[in-house]
């Protein structure tokens, strides 16, 4: 008789290698385009060992030793500084060490499988976070139809609700929306689907906040979410609470003839007339403020408008016949590539007064940086249709490289050529650290034999003696 086997247990499921593997290969990946130096050096440096080290931290999850040690506070200013010297609006990002990312994002795809938590992480009107399959460069459109995600899917829903009716807009941004999620809301929703008190225990200690550094960032403090009140940005589980407080939000905003896209806290509303659109959007205020949220002033239409007039969602300028990126997106754009050729300049200008110059402030550096610059923004706006408008963004780009190899063509002729090289960024081989072995210390001049003298038989020795 077959024995049954037994069903693992939500824990057992998180610590499984494979789990663990995986949580490790989207920490990985989504942390090589870190703006962090001290994020990618860590990442590197557990890599060097990866499949040991996740075999240590099964052992210890296995073994309930594990523990989420106290995480950094980073505090990101939004936007410019106040003119009259007020407090600097920030963005509080939490950052936890590697190992407990990886246990965070392991406990997602536990949750993530869970079938009663499913309506939470698919849901037809929300894209923005947590859907496992990713987006798609450029390859074929059947391609791109089957696996399309993210912003992509959210702007095709909008000009899906357009094609159904939608003639009126207004668009919305929560204010603060990831530090007014109360933890023990979102908790006992997943509580009531789940069951295991153990997991939940654990899953609590996941999305607990203890700053290592808060001493250092005591101004910014009260804007970390250290109580019940907040989760933190740049915990993987953060998208999901986000999705599960507001499920009741998305279905109210959706019913009717209205309908609402949400990309996170980012959300528009389209709607057949004006007076709809301005309804909907009183009822999100009147729905968010029972969860302790409200609109961001500065983010928000005051009202719908045409869709004839334009507007602007997610980056995306949509208009008749138009998809592009926004203005803002276009000049956030243009300000990346001017700053890294202006980085490649002030790294050759240096060379000029005598200082080193970087790989990545080489010439080959610096349009490697530009590459992809250029090669990341145009696989995120492949859905755009307006050539026209990147047309004139590759021109601009052009300009700035042929300003940038003049630049590079002054200081090259004022140097010596030993450092064309260097300015180049290619390698010179005495540059190269090197461990030259040592030759033995023996004299290299072979050294004369001593003369030694002929044996003697015995006979003459004795004929000696006798004389």
């Known amino acids: 008789m077959s024995k049954i086997k037994k069903k693992?247990?939500?824990?057992?499921?998180?610590?499984?290698?494979?789990?663990?593997?995986?949580?490790?290969?989207?920490?990985?990946?989504?942390?090589?385009?870190?703006?962090?130096?001290?994020?990618?050096l860590e990442l590197e440096d557990f890599a060097i060992d990866a499949q040991k080290r996740l075999r240590s931290l099964q052992n210890k999850l296995a073994r309930k030793t594990f523990k989420f040690p106290p995480a950094a506070g980073v505090p990101i200013p939004k936007d410019k500084p106040p003119k009259d010297g007020g407090r600097q609006k920030i963005r509080p990002i939490v950052l936890a060490p590697v190992e407990s990312r990886i246990v965070q994002r392991a406990l997602l795809n536990v949750l993530l499988d869970i079938e009663g938590l499913k309506p939470y992480s698919k849901t037809e009107f929300s894209f923005g976070g947590i859907r496992s399959d990713r987006p798609q460069s450029p390859a074929s459109r059947t391609e791109r139809s089957k696996s399309i995600s993210a912003v992509p899917a959210a702007i095709q829903a909008v000009l899906t609700a357009i094609d159904q009716g939608g003639r009126h807009v207004a668009c919305a941004d929560i204010s603060s929306f990831f530090t007014r999620i109360r933890k023990s809301t979102v908790t006992a929703i997943i509580?009531?689907?789940?069951?295991?008190?153990?997991?939940?225990?654990?899953?609590?200690?996941?999305?607990?906040?203890?700053?290592?550094?808060?001493?250092?960032?005591?101004q910014y403090a009260d804007d970390f979410p250290t109580e019940d009140l907040g989760v933190a940005q740049g915990n993987s589980l953060s998208p999901l609470l986000g999705n599960i407080i507001l499920a009741d939000f998305d279905k109210k905003m959706n019913e009717g003839d209205c309908?609402?896209?949400?990309?996170?806290?980012?959300?528009?509303?389209?709607?057949?007339?004006?007076?709809?659109?301005?309804a909907r959007l009183k009822k999100s205020i009147e729905l968010l403020k029972a969860l302790e949220m409200e609109l961001s002033k500065a983010k928000s239409s005051k009202g719908g408008q045409?869709?004839?007039?334009?507007?602007?969602?997610?980056?995306?300028?949509?208009?008749?016949?138009i998809i592009r990126p926004s203005d803002k997106s276009k000049e956030r754009f243009l300000e990346k590539i001017e700053n890294t050729f202006r980085e490649g300049k002030q790294a050759l200008i240096g060379r000029k007064n005598g200082q080193a110059v970087s790989r990545t402030g080489s010439l080959l550096g610096t349009l490697k940086r530009i590459d992809g610059t250029v090669d990341g923004w145009a696989k995120h706006y492949?859905?755009?249709?307006?050539?026209?408008?990147?047309g004139h963004l590759d021109q601009k780009v052009s300009e700035y490289v042929r300003d940038y190899l003049g630049a590079y063509k002054t200081v090259r002729e004022a140097v010596n050529a030993e450092h064309h090289g260097e300015l180049l960024g290619v390698s010179q081989l005495k540059k190269i650290p090197r461990t030259p072995f040592k030759y033995p210390s023996v004299s290299l001049v072979p050294k004369k034999k001593a003369a030694v003298p002929p044996k003697q038989s015995m006979n003459q020795n004795l004929f000696r003696e006798r004389k």
């Open 8 to 40: 693992k247990t939500h824990l057992e499921k998180l610590r499984t290698i494979r789990n663990l593997e995986s949580a490790w290969q989207t920490i990985q990946e989504n942390g090589r385009s870190s703006k962090s130096d001290k994020v990618r």
């Open 191 to 218: 509580g009531d689907v789940v069951k295991d008190q153990e997991f939940m225990d654990f899953l609590g200690q996941a999305i607990d906040v203890e700053l290592s550094n808060i001493e250092q960032i005591k």
């Open 259 to 278: 309908r609402c896209i949400r990309y996170i806290d980012d959300f528009i509303i389209i709607a057949p007339t004006q007076k709809a659109a301005d």
């Open 306 to 321: 045409s869709i004839d007039d334009g507007f602007d969602f997610l980056g995306i300028h949509i208009s008749p016949g």
């Open 382 to 390: 492949w859905f755009c249709n307006d050539g026209l408008t990147l």
